[in-house]
């Protein structure tokens, strides 16, 4: 074989460089003639791997350069097409690159993934490039195998961060919410200025003033001038012996009494003094409710029905114990804040409509819904709710009791569907009509794709078909109605 025959889909003499890629400038000058074993002997010692393939795709020859690869099945790859010797994902490119080549288009390496015996795969790196006028085609691997593994071991030493760095998130989320719910008064204090740093409610409460106007501010000023010299005293032996006994401090704003007790730590090279209060033996702490209405809030914390107050939004103020359960949470920081539709009533306008009734007529009783559960659960309920539109703060008080423990009747069981139109009936007068359509539709799309998941055994790409969707589609519905349980990994190939 010529220089002319292997170098016309190799080399160029016109031009030293094309789309980017150095070429040689004179092959015929520098190189001269070389026959077919010299080529040979080139293109071997270029590659892991070098397969000539003829104008049918079909391996007709091959050279392998690495000795690892012996292992795997090249040997026999001799005789069958190309593009069987990869996995399936992989055989689109090999046509991409025999249909490249055989049109003499600039080669673009491409990976692709052949399988061994064991069940498992080696990726290899291959360019193809045409081989004269007699339609064979070269192409030129290189063995990914080590680059693969140093991927994986980047993508383990990643995931090892992020768990790390997730770890040390969840301890520092459990240390704000010990330090938020905390009721005893606790301040966190520079020892190098002596600002407070950190400051958590029950001080604010106990200082009677602002957690803004806390933070930032120097210890010492929060209280009398004769308080600030004892504070500093105490500040003084907490520096050079690590304790110091309990002192009695005066506030500067309330003139309240308080015992002051800290200690000393260290953080980040900075040393820190944690300061607690409490008020003084004799002293009159914050204003405490009375008998009556602290029995009557420790009913309903301990009440069997949940009970949530929201504002008119359905913003979450509190919530008991009984409701947590239901929405399967742990703690109401969990969902202080938050919209109550988020756990109560079916995806739509139900919520909607329940508030917007309720805030009109002051009332509802027995409003049969549902509670979504943070994992998944469905639990069936009865609502009822009233509106306290007056005073400083409105807002809407809701009961939910579950009644999906009510034992059944003899009635044949209500299909789904008969259940749902029998709560948008309900509604007819309370709601305007375009909202019981609009929540019609979504009720009976929800129901067909939940039928065509079943009919498919959960297979969403048979599903979306079933329906007529494209997938992206159908993961967008399962996404709104509640019926997405895992992501989905786009296979990139």
């Not at 071991?153 to 040390?168: C, D, F, N, P």
């Not at 905390?182 to 003033?209: C, D, F, G, Y």
């Not at 569907?417 to 309370?430: C, D, F, N, Q």
Request: charged residues 25%; aromatic residues 4%; proline residues 5%.
């Amino acid at each position: 074989m010529s220089i002319g025959a292997v170098g016309q889909g190799i080399m160029t003499k016109s031009t030293a460089v094309h789309d980017g890629v150095m070429r040689f400038r004179a092959p015929e000058e520098t190189i001269g003639d070389l026959n077919a074993a010299a080529a040979a002997n080139v293109i071997a010692a270029a590659a892991d791997i070098a397969i000539i393939i003829d104008s049918d795709g079909i391996v007709r020859d091959l050279a392998l350069s690495d000795e690892d690869l012996s292992v795997a099945p090249p040997d026999n790859w001799v005789g069958k097409p190309w593009q069987e010797t990869v996995t399936t994902e992989s055989k689109p490119k090999i046509r991409e690159m025999l249909a490249a080549a055989a049109e003499d288009e600039q080669p673009r390496w491409r990976q692709v993934n052949h399988p061994t015996p064991e069940g498992s795969s080696f990726p290899i790196r291959y360019a193809a490039i045409p081989l004269g006028d007699q339609g064979h085609i070269v192409a030129i691997g290189r063995d990914m195998r080590m680059m693969s593994n140093l991927q994986q071991r980047l993508i383990h030493a990643q995931q090892t961060m992020e768990q790390e760095y997730a770890r040390l998130r969840h301890t520092e989320t459990r240390y704000r919410l010990l330090f938020q719910m905390s009721s005893e008064p606790v301040l966190i204090i520079n020892a190098a200025n002596a600002k407070v740093t950190e400051a958590n409610p029950a001080s604010a409460r106990l200082l009677e003033r602002d957690i803004d106007r806390i933070v930032g501010a120097g210890f010492p000023q929060l209280f009398d001038s004769r308080s600030r010299k004892e504070i500093q005293s105490l500040f003084a032996a907490l520096g050079s012996s690590g304790h110091a006994d309990s002192i009695k401090v005066r506030s500067a704003e309330s003139g309240a009494e308080f015992t002051l007790s800290a200690s000393v730590f260290r953080q980040d090279r900075a040393t820190l003094f944690l300061a607690r209060l409490s008020p003084a033996e004799g002293a009159e702490g914050p204003a405490t409710l009375g008998k009556e209405a602290t029995n009557l809030l420790s009913v309903v914390e301990n009440a069997p029905e949940g009970f949530v107050v929201t504002t008119t939004d359905g913003k979450i103020l509190t919530a008991n114990t009984a409701f947590l359960e239901l929405a399967q949470l742990a703690v109401p920081e969990q969902i202080r804040g938050e919209s109550l539709d988020r756990w109560l009533g079916r995806p739509g306008v139900e919520f909607n409509a329940l508030v917007h009734n309720l805030i009109e007529n002051g009332t509802i009783r027995l409003f049969e819904t549902i509670v979504r559960g943070q994992y998944g659960s469905t639990t069936e309920v009865e609502v009822s709710a009233v509106a306290v539109l007056s005073g400083e703060t409105p807002c809407l008080g809701f009961v939910i009791r579950n009644v999906s423990g009510r034992p059944a009747g003899m009635e044949a069981p209500e299909h789904p569907m008969a259940r749902s139109v029998e709560k948008l009936t309900k509604l007819v007068g309370r709601v305007p009509l375009r909202d019981l359509v609009r929540e019609s539709t979504d009720m009976i799309e929800k129901l067909c794709i939940e039928a065509a998941l079943e009919l498919t055994n959960d297979n969403r790409a048979s599903a979306a078909e079933l329906l007529g969707l494209s997938r992206q589609s159908l993961y967008a519905k399962l996404h709104r109605y509640g019926l997405l349980d895992s992501d989905s990994v786009p296979d990139n190939g």
